[in-house]
């Protein structure tokens, strides 16, 4: 029987050129005090790769035209379960685990259980969607969780369509459409300022750092940040440059830049008929000094951040000219000269938001913890992943380095953390 | 196969007669939830009525999918037609112009002008049925549009040699060969007009391109035809250039019109 076959989308190429700086895994972690019905959570998931095949399709990656094909699958080889005393070990050695493109399956879960506690564990390729329909997946998956156990209404409410990247411009008029198509430019990062891990080494293993900011002292930034004329992510991204200065010993009077992560969904009005996929472009945000204090570094970032805030076409930018480059010449011969202009940021960071925990309960269950972040970064890239889950932000980092990348990261987030409370008190 | 789904299936197409476009829509439909059904069974799902919700849920409005479907397949239907007249009529057409030909040949003894039929017959036919693979090919996806280019290209080409041994033949004038030259620009305006109707991505470069290729056949056509001096006629090449520079100012102007500028936007 001829196998079904989906096109490779330009955010699935883009992503898939990724693979020399990151794993291009999206990993989630939600902590219930409650076990779900097994059986249950199997049917929702089959239903949602049913709606989603892009979840089980494997990528080919074809030097004319790259594609999906649909493959069958078995739950089993979806969804792990496992009864063990030490949840978070296995917890978090699922997390690090890599799929890689070629495979029929994009996305894996875990369910870990002790007692009456779980932890739920997803992995999935970021080829087949960003960290904003991530959110949505899970949300609708606990959603449809819930109805089917408690009233037996059927998991069939994931949306389902386009996942092309043309979707930003449909809601706009004939001119702005014209303008954003014009919008030829290229906006990667041309700072050379690095984290300071070790150099690469083919031992390197991947790990996830995490760093827990506590709901009193994010309540006390948010208010101080509404003092300051900041908002959340502005408060993270200047204590994220205030701790570069200090880990890396920058000098204080250059200019760093840090890549931020940019939904483009807030171009488009009505989402109901988009698939599961990628929309997501980086602004390059930066600070022209360190400053004296961090008050200074985040009047900085606000500077920096309005310049995009205020812009109606943010994100958008360089999407025509990556278009252009995949559309006139093979796959093949395309992504070397996309190459050849694309340099990946050495720093970025991703506020990937709030995790809704009354949308992520399970039967009223709502997780206790659990954090959302981008992929293992190769050395010297790093990403830092902030979520919001009942009010705490859980920083994260995941790099693959060696025992003292581990330490030097966890000293990052000491120096992040003194730093976001001196935000928070200022 | 679902009972239920066959049955949701036939409710919701009961408004439209029945025919066998319908027959074969029901039947892809039928095909696409049983392979939808095999899967998910083979992943493990064996819960009927899940089942039938997810199969209603990815085949649902099926009174307007089958209108898509329709005119989809009576556009199938016919071209399969066209391609079948194609096929099945060339060598009719072709036994019939050689028995004209043969007929004509015979009856006046013009053995050294009747040939042009055969000619003339071999472009109608070949500009018909390029005719209708250029427009076949430019509504299907760009990496085929190169075909339709290269079809009509060989079309004009074809048309003006046949033009020419016509004239030449029955009506020869001073440097007649001029047409042969005129069929060269006539190709680069229809790739210039093909590119123009498919809107094909960076046209303006062809456009760039063909008229200044295309401004020295000018020159020898209109000298040819005597309509300039062939002492003057040059210009029409730095007419070219200039109408190159003249586009390109021009579409600069049209670009700006579109040219973001956040600082004005605030």
């Known amino acids: ?426 | 196969m679902n009972e239920k789904f066959i049955e949701y299936t036939e409710s919701s197409l009961r408004s439209i007669p029945y025919d066998d476009i319908l027959y074969s829509f029901e039947q892809q439909i039928a095909d696409s939830a049983a392979a939808t059904e095999r899967r998910v069974r083979k992943a493990g799902l064996y819960d009927e009525n899940i089942i039938f919700d997810l199969l209603v849920s990815e085949h649902s409005d099926l009174p307007e999918k089958y209108t898509e479907f329709r005119r989809a397949e009576l556009k199938r239907r016919r071209e399969r037609r066209m391609h079948m007249l194609f096929i099945k009529g060339t060598p009719v057409y072709y036994l019939a112009v050689i028995a004209v030909y043969l007929l004509i040949s015979f009856m006046t003894h013009a053995w050294d002008r009747t040939w042009l039929a055969i000619i003339t017959a071999v472009t109608v036919w070949y500009d018909t049925v390029g005719g209708w693979f250029v427009c076949e090919f430019a509504a299907k996806r760009r990496a085929f549009h190169v075909i339709s280019r290269v079809i009509l290209a060989l079309g004009v080409m074809l048309t003006s040699v046949c033009v020419y041994l016509h004239f030449q033949m029955l009506a020869p004038f001073e440097n007649c060969w001029v047409i042969v030259t005129g069929g060269v620009i006539l190709m680069y305006c229809a790739d210039a007009v093909f590119s123009a109707v498919t809107k094909q991505r960076v046209r303006i470069i062809n456009y760039l391109i063909y008229i200044p290729a295309a401004s020295p056949m000018f020159y020898v056509v209109l000298c040819g035809i005597r309509v300039l001096q062939w002492s003057t006629g040059w210009l029409i090449i730095i007419a070219a250039l200039a109408a190159d520079v003249l586009i390109v100012v021009g579409a600069l102007i049209n670009r700006r019109k579109y040219v973001y500028k956040p600082e004005e936007a605030k």
């Open chain 1, 1 to 426: 029987m001829k196998k079904e076959k989906l096109p490779a989308e330009l955010w699935d190429k883009m992503h898939y050129l990724f693979r020399d700086f990151n794993d291009r895994m999206v990993h989630l972690e939600l902590c219930y005090d409650f076990v779900p019905d097994i059986d249950i959570l199997k049917k929702v998931i089959i239903c949602f790769f049913e709606k989603a095949p892009v979840f089980h399709s494997s990528f080919t990656d074809n030097r004319i035209s790259p594609y999906w094909t649909v493959h069958d699958y078995d739950i089993n080889d979806i969804l792990t379960v496992e009864y063990t005393n030490e949840p978070q070990r296995r917890a978090d050695e699922f997390l690090i685990r890599y799929i890689p493109p070629e495979s029929e399956l994009q996305m894996k879960l875990a369910l870990f259980i002790s007692g009456e506690k779980s932890i739920l564990c997803i992995v999935e390729n970021h080829m087949c969607m960003d960290g904003g329909d991530f959110k949505y997946f899970i949300k609708s998956l606990c959603s449809a969780y819930t109805l089917l156990a408690e009233k037996g209404i059927s998991p069939v409410n994931l949306r389902s369509g386009t996942r092309s990247f043309e979707k930003v411009y449909e809601d706009y008029t004939y001119a702005e459409k014209r303008m954003a198509k014009n919008l030829y430019k290229n906006v990667c990062a041309k700072d050379s300022h690095r984290f300071p891990l070790t150099p690469a080494s083919i031992r390197d293993e991947p790990f996830i750092v995490r760093r827990k900011i506590d709901e009193n002292t994010f309540l006390q930034l948010k208010a101080a940040g509404k003092k300051h004329g900041a908002t959340v992510n502005d408060m993270l991204l200047a204590a994220y440059f205030f701790s570069l200065y200090e880990l890396a010993g920058f000098s204080e009077n250059e200019s760093v830049t840090v890549s931020c992560a940019v939904d483009l969904r807030r171009h488009i009005r009505d989402l109901s008929d988009e698939g599961m996929t990628n929309h997501t472009a980086f602004m390059q945000c930066s600070v022209p000094r360190r400053g004296s204090d961090i008050l200074e570094t985040l009047k900085y970032t606000v500077q920096s951040s309005e310049k995009f805030k205020n812009d109606r076409f943010m994100g958008l930018y360089g999407l025509p000219l990556l278009n252009l480059g995949y559309s006139i010449l093979p796959h093949a011969a395309s992504e070397e000269i996309i190459k050849i202009g694309y340099s990946n940021p050495l720093i970025a960071m991703s506020n990937i938001g709030i995790l809704d925990c009354k949308a992520l309960s399970l039967c009223g269950h709502e997780p206790t913890d659990g954090f959302m972040t981008g992929a293992v970064k190769y050395k010297p890239y790093v990403l830092l992943s902030a979520t919001t889950l009942r009010n705490a932000v859980t920083l994260s980092m995941c790099v693959r380095g060696n025992g003292e990348d581990k330490t030097i990261t966890e000293k990052f987030f000491d120096i992040m953390e003194k730093n976001i409370k001196i935000l928070a008190s200022s």
